[in-house]
């Protein structure tokens, strides 16, 4: 969902990616990418984001994706604004996910992702009288990065010429809230463990009932979140918040 003055507003619609591509290329065990990404505490939907995909060979590989999927069937990519997320329970039925959930799925590192809870009535209003909502950040215990599950998709206009460059693009999965993010959200991105990336990652795996299983919440102890300036909520605010 998108409001006024650029602020986005659903399941991990705003995250946390500061980290070097150096620093992301070594823990995902990958190339590093020569169109290198400066660090950006408010990544918001539309932005570029790094995604770490697997080549053939089984070696992976990280890249630069807009972050909003547009489906390779599409014919207008404005589409990729209602396509930030996708729900993990529906994935493998939705048209617009389907494709690339069966043969092209990723994983988009995050440093922490923002959540926000609704304001109370004692607190802080905006300029109509509502409680503004307080933003978290939610990150690792362990501050080890999040290896949220993904899908990629590649897209030029229909009837392109053979020329025109593809537009890579993804979406984050979410499930349902474990305990630690239950008071503030009622959903939360996939969060996967290191021993999952290959199975996620792998090129030939087709087997979609068995890959729905990894789209679960995270261990309750895996997380842990602290309120954060109201800033964020305007994706121009560059933070750190």
């Known amino acids: 969902m998108v409001t ?18 150096h620093d992301l290329a070594s823990f995902f065990d990958t190339d590093e990418p020569e169109d290198a990404l400066p660090p950006n ?31 390779s069937w599409a014919k207008d990519p404005s589409i990729a604004n209602k396509l930030v997320n996708a729900r993990g329970e529906t994935v493998a039925e939705k048209p617009s996910f389907r494709q690339s959930f069966a043969k092209r799925r990723c994983i988009v590192p995050m440093n922490g992702f923002y959540e ?14 509502v409680p503004l909502k307080q933003p978290f950040l939610i990150e690792r215990r362990d501050g080890e990065f999040l290896a949220v599950a993904g ?46 990336w290959d199975t996620w990652l792998d090129r030939s795996n087709t087997d979609t009932e068995m890959l729905q299983h990894l789209l679960v ?25």
């Not at 926000?116 to 009288?129: L, S, T, V």
């Not at 919440?217 to 918040?241: C, E, I, K, W, Y």
Request: hydrophobic share 40%.
């Open 116 to 129: 926000w809870k609704a304001g109370a009535d004692d607190g802080p209003r905006n300029a109509r009288g």
């Open 217 to 241: 919440p995270a261990d309750d102890h895996l997380l842990q979140m602290h309120p954060v300036s109201t800033d964020v909520n305007n994706a121009r605010n560059p933070g750190p918040f």
């Open 4 to 21: 006024s003055a650029g602020t986005f507003w659903c399941v991990c619609g705003r995250f946390l990616s500061s980290a070097s591509v």
């Open 41 to 71: 505490y408010n990544v918001a939907p539309t932005q570029d984001v790094y995604a770490v995909l697997q080549r053939p060979d089984d070696t992976r590989i990280l890249r630069v994706f807009e972050w909003g999927l547009i489906p």
């Open 151 to 196: 899908l990629w998709s590649a897209w030029r206009p229909p009837g392109a010429a053979e020329d025109t460059p593809w537009r890579h693009t993804c979406t984050v999965l979410t499930t349902v809230a474990n305990a630690t993010m239950a008071p503030v959200h009622d959903r939360m991105p996939v969060i996967l463990e290191r021993e999952d």
